[in-house]
């Protein structure tokens, strides 16, 4: 049974950032006592909000004057938030410095932080007429339809029987909470199936599942999948995609415990689940489970803390493992289980390398876009004459990245960012991919007056145009070159609806970025093309060459999956740097070999895993005032470091404080974005318990410089962030 407050004073949490200096609860007043969790609405100036009783040794955000506590206003007719879920954001608060207020009420559905207890009441009645069946099952009796299930290949069955080991049962608990696992499977090997199996068992003990995917493209495949699978109970979704009022009832069903399995993007990792039974994080090396706006956390990393905090399995699947999670297994701190086989005794798709090097020199020196060689042309015209489909990764949307006057060396910069605006042929238009800014393409370069300008580079739309005149349908007709990327799946349910077409077999090309690289099932698909790849060969960026392994890797597992025709199956790259140590590991498949040079590198420069990361980034409307504010950060920080340095070495306990590396402020990659000057600083530690004591001193610090720094928009600090 929840603690209960007694009836006066209450700590509640409501929606105030760190950044104001109220991120703690504040006080109100209620005449009855209310459990921890209990959510209510309280005045907060002139208006009413949502807030969220809090723990009693919950910190308030400064002691209320005597007479000044307001009464609660209402309370909502739900159950308390569970201790584990306060838990789970009292952590991810701590970690990721944002307001224990501001990061619980943020990850509520915003429909549910609006409602009334009127409201709420008759949107539940809705809820339970609907489903018209007990919240939750009886122990032991899943109704599942496992009628459709496939057989399990052995390498499927020695991985369930140790995940099943892992995780115990009701006569043989485990001793503690279980190691995360991490299942490292290829590309068709079926770990879909293991985390089937695995649902199958928690859902037939009365247990919740949650199932995270890294993007809204991946889940329609997977929900239909579950859909089939466990139709006797209730699923519902998470993600961006869904009106309000479909996500707040998705919400609710989970938290009152009507939902068994949840499907969702990184924001479901704080669902509430009441009876949550078993954690699955798929593609977990994805970037996109870090968010990257407000509290930055890493939904995959919350999924695993979550899990040690309610005893619960986790598994982390992934054919090319984030080199985080890769080390933790080599340490022991997770359990590696290897599923190397495709399913069927499929091949994986043979890796051939073009040398741009040897091509002639309009496709070698690529100055007019046309970055198709004869060997991939004809490639692709096999597939078609065989009735198969070929996949052409570009991971560039657009016609081409800027637009260029001959005559006078113009670019079509975009004036609000340090950016090229993006030439897009199919409405003649320049467009800014990071503020968004769009205009036509003027009739004369603007700078000179000369009519004659010409694309620079290329995207997947001229790929698109470049490879229309080039082949032949199988019926001697044009040839069916489908593209998807982010421009051409801008309507609800455009992209369905797209690959439904590939899936049907309308398709000879398709034509896209990372969105169709990785989850899809095209089981006619032999030949999968990396036109240009080498970008992030050479980026500065760190993580780019793992970003790249795996986009390739997963672009590869797209083609063969069909076991009748793996053995044909083929994987082309374009590249004039085929030595290259990525491009060599990519040709075996190895997946090891890659990893080891990866952590050799970063071993021998201190970067992540061997060291953890902070940075602290700002904008404003000057480069002068971003400036000011980095040096007086910098100031702050080297002070909080010698103050910890003293405290620590004054207590005489343990070795010495750990060190910390504050490098200067710089412009960040895209300096100026929507007309904000964007820096940033980097800190850097071997030791993440030193890094989070700097941080939880210097944030208050940070907070003190907001009177001398209006000019300043806004500030974060990025823990563990994924690019620089």
């Known amino acids: 049974m929840l603690p209960r407050s007694e009836p006066g004073e209450l700590a509640v949490l409501v929606d105030l950032p760190h950044h104001s200096g109220l991120g703690g609860a504040l006080t109100y007043l209620h005449g009855h006592a209310l459990a921890p969790g209990t959510l209510v609405q309280v005045p907060l100036g002139r208006r009413e909000v949502m807030g969220i009783v809090w723990d009693e040794q919950a910190t308030t955000a400064s002691p209320p004057e005597p007479g000044s506590c307001k009464p609660v206003a209402a309370v909502m007719d739900l159950p308390p938030l569970s201790a584990h879920w306060r838990a789970l954001v009292t952590f991810a608060a701590d970690y990721y410095r944002r307001g224990v207020g501001e990061l ?39 109704s599942a339809v496992d009628g459709a299930a496939p057989p399990l290949t052995p390498e499927q069955s020695a991985v369930l029987q140790a995940l099943l080991q892992t995780t115990g049962n009701e006569q043989t608990p485990p001793a503690g909470p279980p190691a995360p696992v991490l299942l ?27 199932v995270m995917v890294p993007e809204i493209n991946l889940t329609p495949q997977l929900e239909a999948r579950l859909r089939d699978r466990f139709a006797g109970h209730t699923l519902v979704t998470l993600h961006s995609g869904l009106t309000p009022a479909q996500r707040v009832n998705h919400w609710l069903q989970a938290h009152l415990g009507q939902a068994d399995l949840l499907l969702g993007t990184r924001l479901s990792v704080m669902a509430s689940l009441p009876r949550l039974g078993l954690i699955v994080v798929d593609e977990e090396h994805d970037p996109s489970y870090k968010q990257q706006e407000g509290a930055r956390y890493s939904a995959r990393d919350l999924a695993v803390y979550r899990a040690r905090l309610e005893g619960l399995p986790v598994i982390l699947g992934s054919a090319t493992p984030s080199l985080e999670s890769w080390r933790h297994a080599q340490q022991g701190r997770y359990r590696l289980l290897r599923m190397p086989s495709r399913i069927g005794h499929g091949a994986l798709p043979q890796v051939e390398l073009v040398d741009l090097n040897l091509q002639p020199r309009r496709v070698a020196s690529s100055a007019d876009g046309s970055l198709l060689s004869t060997a991939l042309v004809a490639a692709v015209q096999e597939g078609i004459d065989r009735g198969e489909q070929s996949l052409l990764l570009l991971n560039r949307r657009g016609y081409a990245p800027v637009l260029h006057c001959g005559a006078c060396a113009w670019k079509s910069e975009c004036p609000h960012c340090s950016a090229w605006r993006v030439f897009h042929k199919a409405d003649r238009s320049l467009r800014c991919h990071h503020c968004g800014a769009a205009e036509r393409v003027p009739r004369a370069c603007p700078a000179c007056g000369n009519l004659d300008l010409s694309p620079i580079g290329r995207g997947t739309e001229r790929l698109e145009e470049q490879l229309a005149p080039l082949l032949r349908g199988r019926d001697g007709g044009p040839v ?19 690959l439904a077409q590939v899936h049907e077999g309308e398709v ?13 099932d095209f089981r006619r698909m032999t030949l999968v093309a990396a036109v240009n790849p080498d970008g992030a060969l050479f980026s500065s960026d760190f993580r780019a060459p793992e970003r790249l392994f795996a986009l390739l890797m997963q672009a590869a597992g797209r083609a063969g999956r069909d076991p009748k025709q793996a053995a044909r199956s083929r994987m082309l790259v374009q590249t004039a740097y085929p030595l290259h140590p990525l491009v060599q590991a990519l040709r075996q498949h190895d997946y090891d070999a890659f990893a080891a040079s990866q952590l050799e590198e970063r071993q021998a420069v201190g970067l992540p895993p ?25 100031a702050a920080a080297n002070e909080t470091l010698k103050s910890l340095k003293a405290f620590h070495a004054a207590q005489a306990v343990g070795g010495p404080f750990g060190e910390v590396t504050l490098y200067p402020a710089v412009p960040a990659p895209v300096a100026r974005v929507a007309d904000l000057e964007r820096w940033q600083m980097l800190l850097e530690s071997a030791s993440r318990p030193t890094l989070q004591a700097l941080l939880r001193d210097w944030s208050e610090a940070l907070l003190a410089l907001r009177e001398r720094h209006r000019a300043v928009v806004r500030w974060a600090l990025d823990v563990d962030p994924l690019s620089l």
């Open 104 to 142: 619980a009420l943020s990850v509520l559905p915003p429909e549910l932080r609006k409602a009334t207890p009127a409201a709420l009441a008759r949107r539940g009645a809705r809820l339970a007429k609907r489903l018209n069946r007990p919240a939750v099952a009886p122990h032991g009796q899943g």
């Open 610 to 634: 061997y060291s953890h990361l902070v940075v602290l980034r700002a904008e404003a409307r000057t480069v002068q005032a971003a400036q000011a504010f980095m040096a007086e950060a910098g």
């Open 508 to 520: 000879d090309v398709l034509v896209g970025t990372q969105m169709v690289a990785k989850g899809h």
């Open 184 to 210: 490292h499977g290829v590309t068709g090997s079926g770990k879909t199936e293991v985390y089937l199996r695995l649902a199958q068992r928690t859902l037939a003990q009365g247990r919740q599942v949650l």
């Open 480 to 498: 069916r070159i489908l593209r998807i990327d982010a421009d051409t799946t801008r309507q609800a349910g455009s992209l369905q609806s797209q």
